[in-house]
């Protein structure tokens, strides 16, 4: 009996890790979230730093593959949507808030006119008006970003060397600049600190695509991780939390210091990234597996649009009279929905990727057969029809053998079909077939033929012991 065919499943693409991939969607979930309510308890979760480390680990796959060619795939990605983004912001800041050298913004109250080209190439913070800091505001990340794509083939190499070495380093140049024997100044000094905030993150992605984690025994991963930990809250105990408490900041916020917000990411993240996990489940949930794939094909996209549309949620809901988070976080959602479906197509085009309008659609594949199962039957291929007689010089009739090229029957396209013919071609004679006579049967007194049964014996009855009876 035929098993019947199985109905085709859905399996979600190879070659990808769900769990890092849930941790970038909770990295974004939580960046969106925090810009919206501001709730202190949030940067405890060290976001930026699990996204930093993320791309590490994907960094050092490219560099293995090609360093200059991973580089300049990271930045023809992400480029084109800067590009777009900042398309429409400037025109927008230059309509509310005139020419760029009245936006007063940076460190004497405007910006040279050529750090407008941070927004062609972001590797410094770009200039914007006051009112325009809900775009630019975001775009330190996207800096940082390409400032570690660009050092990490100088990076991995003393890294593979050295690990323990170079992932102290960023913390030794924090600890002279928080004491101020290493000065940050200008828009480099702004640069080059956030770079060494998040740079032991990222060195923690080259750790995790090394192994280096995942040979780490449990009880010195935890002794690792916690004592850099306790080291950070140890620094905003003391002298982190001086200056932002004089300024009328939080106290104890992690955002308070640069070292303490370096050390206290590296230390969760550290840990983070030792766990891994199949996420068969989420197989289950088509809904949540689609909506994490969505998140992470549309990473920049959401996080370049969120804070507008943040914006936009609440200020919409505040001319009705509503100023309720149930109302306008559920609208920022939607908002940041229709950003999606306008703008995310760019980093497929800069991806060079078919452009999706929702990402994630689930490839159908045929399961395979149970075992015992059976094939369907499939009929056979329908052989084509033989060609023509009268199609240019091709064989006649398919090169039908029936319709070989004889000479005693002239040009073969003019050729109909052979008939067979008894007399050129008259029936094979045998000779007649002699066979030998039946052998007698042994239970009438014969004997066994030899050319059957092997060896003629007597029978049993005339063996001496049957004789005897």
């Given amino acids: 009996m035929t098993a019947p065919a199985p109905a085709p499943k859905a399996t979600p693409a190879k070659g990808r890790d769900r769990y890092l991939d849930t941790l970038r969607a909770v990295a974004i979930i939580r960046v969106v979230t925090y810009h919206a309510f501001g709730f202190a308890i949030f940067p405890w979760f ?25 580089v300049k795939s990271r930045f023809r990605r992400l480029l ?40 062609l190439l972001p590797v410094g913070d770009p200039p914007g008006s006051q009112w325009g800091e809900v775009a630019w505001g975001v775009l330190w990340y996207l800096k940082t970003y390409l400032w570690f794509v660009a050092l990490s083939p100088l990076l991995l190499k003393p890294f593979r060397k050295v690990p323990w070495l170079v992932l102290a380093l960023p913390f030794a140049l924090l600890g002279l600049a928080e004491v101020g024997l290493l000065p940050l100044e200008d828009w480099w000094g702004s640069t080059f600190n956030d770079v060494l905030v998040y740079l032991g993150c990222w060195l923690i992605g080259f750790a995790h695509a090394e192994g280096i984690i995942k040979r780490l025994p449990l009880p010195a991963l935890f002794a690792i991780g916690g004592a ?121 085009v800069a991806a060079r990727r078919k452009p999706e309008l929702v990402p994630g659609k689930v490839k159908v594949v045929a399961a395979p057969l149970q075992p015992g199962a059976e094939a369907a039957p499939q ?9 023509p007689a009268h199609y240019g010089n091709a064989q006649p009739y398919g090169g039908d053998p029936r319709y070989a090229n004889d000479p005693r029957y002239g040009d073969p396209r003019q050729q109909v079909p052979q008939q067979y013919d008894p007399r050129q071609y008259p029936p094979q004679q045998f000779p007649p077939q002699q066979y030998e006579p039946r052998s007698p049967d042994p239970r009438a007194g014969g004997r066994y033929p030899s050319a059957e049964y092997g060896t003629a014996r007597p029978r049993s009855d005339d063996r001496p012991d049957q004789a005897a009876r």
């Fill in 46 to 70: 060290p976001a930026m730093g699990v996204m930093f480390a993320l791309a590490g680990t994907l960094m050092v796959r490219s560099i293995d593959k090609g360093a200059f060619a991973a």
């Fill in 80 to 119: 084109p949507v800067v590009w777009v983004f900042g398309a429409i912001w400037i025109p927008l800041m230059i309509w509310h808030d005139g020419a760029p050298r009245e936006w007063s913004y940076g460190a004497n109250g405007d910006s040279p006119i050529w750090q407008l080209g941070f927004w």
């Fill in 228 to 348: 850099v930990i306790a080291a950070g809250i140890g620094w905003l105990a003391g002298p982190g939390n001086t200056e932002a408490l004089e300024e009328g900041g939080r106290a104890w916020s992690v955002e308070n210091s640069s070292l303490t917000l370096a050390l206290y990411s590296f230390g969760v993240v550290f840990i983070l990234m030792r766990y891994s996990s199949r996420m068969e489940w989420l197989q289950r949930h088509a809904v949540i597996d689609r909506i994490i794939t969505i998140f992470n094909s549309r990473a920049v996209t959401i996080y370049l649009w969120h804070n507008a549309a943040i914006l936009i949620a609440m200020t919409v809901l505040e001319n009705f009279g509503i100023d309720i988070w149930v109302a306008w976080f559920p609208l920022t959602w939607v908002l940041v929905g229709v950003f999606v479906l306008v703008f995310g197509w760019v980093e497929d």
């Fill in 379 to 387: 009929s056979p291929p329908v052989p084509p029809a033989p060609a």
